[in-house]
């Protein structure tokens, strides 16, 4: 008896997504390596942070294509883009990056309706709220920027940007400890 539950399309699109959230977790990696590397310890803090989530996601994905009876494909990833320009760069990428991941994810839904496949349309609304809420971050972030000047802030303001950030909440879980439920 056939046990695999996802099409053909779906498996494949959930393996593009998750080496998609892998790639998004380098890309995290790299640029939080760069404001490390800049003097931006808390930004920095951040970025790794999320680097860590991205990986979570990841997982997430890999377990449901496992829980569905398909096969895992895991491929190379993607190198990284170049680093930022500068602070305001980075978070104007890190915003275009997720509302890059939110299509894929859109994308994945529209499969999932177009096939009546309820279970992964169901799976993938986790995805959907997440993306909500990681687009209202990147957001938050430029919006400070703006305030401290835009491309154009130095000094103090980029000083209390960075020291912000060193104080997000420690929340994200590493990925052994990542399951379907609370990735
Ligand atoms: Fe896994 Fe930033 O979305």
Excluded at 37 to 54: D, P
Excluded at 111 to 122: G, L, P, R, S
Aim: glycine share 4%.
């Amino acid at each position: 008896m056939n046990t695999n539950r996802l099409s053909g399309k779906m498996a494949e699109a959930l393996n593009q997504q998750m080496t998609k959230e892998a790639h998004a977790s380098q890309i995290y990696l790299s640029y939080a390596a760069w404001a490390d590397s800049e003097g931006y310890e808390g930004v920095a803090n951040f970025l790794f942070r999320h680097a860590q989530e991205e990986r979570n996601h990841m997982m997430k994905v890999l377990e449901y294509i496992l829980q569905r009876g398909a096969k895992v494909e895991v491929t190379a990833i993607p190198a990284p883009p170049p680093n930022p320009a500068s602070l305001n760069d980075c978070f104007e990428k890190v915003l275009s990056h997720e509302i890059d991941n939110t299509n894929a994810v859109y994308r994945l839904v529209n499969i999932a309706h177009e096939e009546k496949d309820w279970a992964t349309f169901n799976f993938m609304q986790w995805f959907v709220k997440e993306q909500v809420e990681e687009e209202t971050l990147a957001m938050k972030l430029m919006s400070k920027m703006k305030i401290a000047g835009g491309e154009k802030a130095h000094g103090d303001a980029l000083y209390m940007i960075d020291k912000d950030l060193s104080t997000a909440p420690d929340g994200v879980k590493s990925a052994e400890e990542a399951t379907a439920d609370k990735p």
